[in-house]
Structure formats: C-alpha cells, structure tokens
C-alpha cells in the first residue's frame, strides 16, 4: 500500500548533540522526497528535499540520506539547538503519478533538552 | 517576496454552515494544493489545481466539499453544511512547477464547527 512512516514518534536530545529522524516509505516508484519541521499552530517549513537519482544531500547543519534499498529516509540536524524543537515530517511524491501530490508521514516530535 | 498567505487564520462556524476558506500563493507561483490536518496527525492530500482547472481531486470528500483557483483571485476551498468531524487545520501550498518542486505552505486555517 501507499504510506510513508516514521520509526519513532518522539525524539529527546540534549542541546548541542546530533539528531536523527528516521522515516520509512513503501513506495518504490516514488522518486522525490521532502523533510518538513511544523512548530506549533504554524504550517510546515521546507528543511530539505533529495531526488531518488540522489543518496545524500547536505544543507546548514541538515543532512537527508536516502536508501533505496530498504525504503529509508533520514534526517540528520547537527548540533541541535532549542530552536530545532518541533514536529518533523517526512513526505514522498510520487513519480508515477507526478501530480505533486505529496504523501505525508505521521511526524516525529523532536525534544531539544537544554 | 511574499509567502503564501490564508484567511481567516480562525474560522469558527455552527453545524450545516458553510465555510470558505482562502489561499494566495507565492508570487510567480501557478500550482495550488490543498491539505487537511487532524489533531495530532501528518497532513492529508486534498486537491491540487491549476489556474482555472482542478489536476488531481483525489483526496476531496464526495460531498459537500469543492475547490477552485480561478483566473484572478486566491484559490478557494468550499465547504457546505459542515459537520463537527470537520474541524481540522486546513493548509494551502504552491509551488513554481508540477511534479517534483518544493511545495510552500501557508500558515493554515483553522476550522471549528461547534
């Protein structure tokens, strides 16, 4: 079936260390994949984005890696920071359809200890 | 350059009214998609249009529900008679291209039906 899922619903780090937000998608034709952070009472933000033809993609101080193989995705922030505290979603487009319909994950909320 | 931008960010309406809700995309931006939120839940695929054509209505209940992006104005989404399971965040995007282009949200209305 069509879905994209995240691994763990919350994640507490403490300030300063490295996170990693994990999502799985079941859709093998799916060849674009978005991360978005939502605080709350606020619409998603774009993070970053990678095109199947891709493995790894860095932005500031984020890196989303993509494994074909086993349909994974993650989310990699460096030296997290208080202001990272938010709900993470990952989502997938799919290349069949092309429509820019994106299939959005369940999201993981991030708890940035100070 | 402006955001996408909804009104009202609060919409309170009774059992059987109807609701309207508004979205304006990016500047230069041409592809509009709707998406609904639940409590505690990622966000759902409603509509995705074009000026004056609907692309992919997929995930548009059956009844009571239509969208449009006419010529001049902001997209608009319309629901008749609305029912308590209504009430969610309903959150707009654009994007410049169809297909695999970042998607920009807007910051959402949210709907109560009392």
């Known amino acids: 079936g069509e879905s994209v899922g995240l691994h763990l619903p919350t994640l507490s780090v403490q300030e300063g260390d490295n996170s990693i937000i994990n999502c799985a998608y079941s859709?093998?034709?799916?060849?674009?994949f978005i991360w978005y952070k939502q605080e709350s009472g606020k619409g998603p933000q774009f993070i970053i984005d990678?095109?199947?033809?891709?493995d790894k993609r860095q932005g500031q101080r984020v890196t989303v890696l993509l494994n074909k193989t086993v349909k994974h995705l993650s989310l990699q922030i460096a030296a997290t920071q208080p202001g990272d505290s938010a709900v993470y979603f990952c989502?997938?487009?799919?290349?069949?359809?092309?429509?820019?319909?994106?299939?959005f994950g369940q999201g993981t909320t991030l708890q940035v200890k100070p | 350059n402006a955001g996408v931008m909804q009104n009202p960010r609060h919409l309170v309406r009774r059992r059987g009214q109807e609701a309207r809700l508004r979205c304006s995309p990016m500047?230069?931006?041409?592809?509009v998609y709707w998406y609904r939120q639940l409590p505690e839940e990622g966000l759902k695929f409603m509509v995705y249009l074009q000026k004056e054509n609907i692309i992919d209505e997929s995930g548009m209940p059956k009844e009571r529900f239509s969208a449009e992006f006419p010529k001049e104005g902001p997209s608009i989404l319309r629901i008749q008679q609305v029912v308590r399971g209504d009430s969610a965040a309903y959150f707009c995007?654009?994007?410049?291209?169809?297909?695999?282009?970042?998607?920009?949200f807007g910051p959402g209305t949210r709907l109560t039906v009392t």
């Open positions: 989502a997938e487009n799919k290349g069949s359809s092309n429509t820019g319909k994106l299939i």
């Open positions: 500047k230069g931006h041409s592809h």
């Open positions: 995007a654009s994007s410049a291209g169809q297909g695999s282009y970042e998607q920009y």
């Open positions: 990678i095109r199947s033809n891709m």
């Open positions: 859709n093998s034709a799916s060849d674009y």
